[in-house]
């Protein structure tokens, strides 16, 4: 059951919304700039800064805006002060991230410490915000569970971050190679993967039309994520690559699991029409379950993660093929959903608010998400020849991702627009009841 009378005010969560493609688009311009160089290696200080621009200034900002938006709907675990918490959050990623993204790319100590202490404060106090409240909550559905367990994978990835972050500030001898592959598990399969599954039992049946998802998968992918995320842990420590391999190849599994599920149950929705929300969550899947599959081949066959290539077209496509298109197809749906809904309880039943395609017209979405796929093929691509399409991908994926940015604004000023016109008629038809008296 959704409470959507306890929602936060919609400015809260719509800053990030509006924030977030701006560093996609950054991303997208710092490869363009940078070239060929970026896809030399996932090493490379242009690599690094461009993933983080994406993964920390796009997914985090989308995903703890969501956060705000759906704790109190779903979990009934609103924050006492949502528009505080969310000024300061919203401020705090954006400062962090820029000085995360620059400290790569000069190789400046002092800015990649800065960068640690002001996202980790900012993440602290986030979870501080919401956790207390959220564990209050009895986990009476899967999605309550999955956010109280997504909550634990963020402090896991942040914790490992910051950690690694300060070591490279400061010479620390530590195995960062395995470090880093531990932090991206834990920020894609721990955080992101595990809140998106949350958040996929509540809105790909609502929005896609589709059957609800099965209870028993439900409760557990998120238990079973994080537990192989902790032996996969504990196997870096005890230095078990063995172990590791084991602990990605079943992690992978997991995945693929949850995929599956998801397109079958797509495959059954009762909506005729294709949207851009359901054609984003289709790319996502399929791009998904190719990563995925490449992750279980590189754990049963290391030799082929050392193939030229091979972990950048993964790192694409799980992330910019994978994740990006889940959150911006989830994007389109929550920005459009919530400002009808805020019009709606505006109007007070006597004035109709506008239909969700007039506030976000599909048209517009269906367009950017063609740019973006062009974009998708031209990264996938310049993994392969990066002397010819290294910077005609950055710029394309600049362009698609400032799209979105243009779609979400164009949303936010007709909500604006619908209010005030919603005011007038509100006035006018108040003014018209009191005139006889």
């Not at 896809?39 to 805006?65: E, K």
């Not at 956060?67 to 006492?80: D, H, N």
């Not at 909500?415 to 007038?424: F, G, K, S, T």
């Amino acid at each position: 059951m959704l409470s959507f009378e306890n929602a936060p005010p919609f400015a809260a969560p719509l800053r990030f919304f509006l924030t977030a493609p701006f560093f996609a688009v950054l991303a997208g311009l710092l490869v363009a700039w940078e070239g060929p160089g970026v896809f030399g290696s996932r090493w490379m200080p242009g690599t690094l800064a461009a993933t983080h621009l994406i993964t920390v200034g796009f997914m985090l900002q989308v995903m703890l805006g969501a956060m705000i938006q759906i704790l109190p709907v779903v979990a009934g675990a609103g924050l006492s002060r949502p528009l505080a918490v969310a000024r300061i959050v919203h401020v705090g990623l954006t400062a962090g991230v820029l000085l995360l993204a620059t400290g790569f790319l000069v190789g400046a100590p002092w800015l990649l410490s800065s960068a640690a202490l002001v996202l980790g404060t900012t993440v602290a106090l986030f979870l501080l915000s919401t956790l207390p409240r959220l564990l209050g909550v009895p986990s009476t559905s899967p999605t309550i569970r999955g956010l109280k367990l997504a909550l634990f994978g963020l402090t896991g990835v942040v914790s490992l971050g910051v950690l690694m972050a300060l070591a490279l500030a400061h010479g620390w001898a530590l195995p960062l190679a395995a470090l880093v592959d531990l932090h991206a598990g834990w920020g894609l399969g721990g955080w992101a993967g595990v809140l998106l599954a949350a958040m996929a039992y509540v809105v790909v049946p609502m929005f896609q039309l589709t059957p609800g998802y099965p209870a028993r998968p439900s409760w557990w992918f998120p238990v079973s994520m994080l537990v192989l995320l902790l032996l996969w842990s504990v196997a870096v420590l005890a230095d078990q690559v063995w172990l590791v391999r084991l602990s990605q190849g079943l992690a992978a599994v997991v995945g693929l699991a949850f995929c599956g599920l998801t397109m079958r149950l797509q495959g059954k929705r009762r909506r005729a029409r294709a949207d851009a929300t359901y054609r984003y969550w289709q790319l996502g899947l399929g791009a998904g379950v190719v990563a995925l599959l490449m992750l279980v081949v590189a754990s049963v066959w290391p030799a082929a993660g050392e193939l030229a290539g091979w972990t950048l077209a993964f790192g694409i496509l799980i992330v910019a093929g994978g994740f990006l298109p889940f959150i911006t197809g989830m994007l389109y749906k929550i920005v459009a959903f919530m400002s009808w809904m805020n019009l709606q309880n505006y109007g007070q039943a006597k004035v109709p608010a506008p239909a969700m395609n007039k506030i976000l017209p599909d048209a517009d979405a269906d367009r950017q998400m063609l740019a973006y796929g062009a974009a998708l093929v031209l990264l996938l691509g310049a993994v392969v020849v990066p002397d010819w399409l290294a910077r005609p991908a950055g710029l394309a994926f600049a362009l698609a991702n400032g799209w979105l940015w243009w779609n979400v604004i164009g949303a936010a000023r007709r909500y604006r627009q619908a209010q005030a016109d919603m005011a007038e008629k509100l006035a006018k038809k108040l003014a018209g009841t009191a005139a006889p008296g």
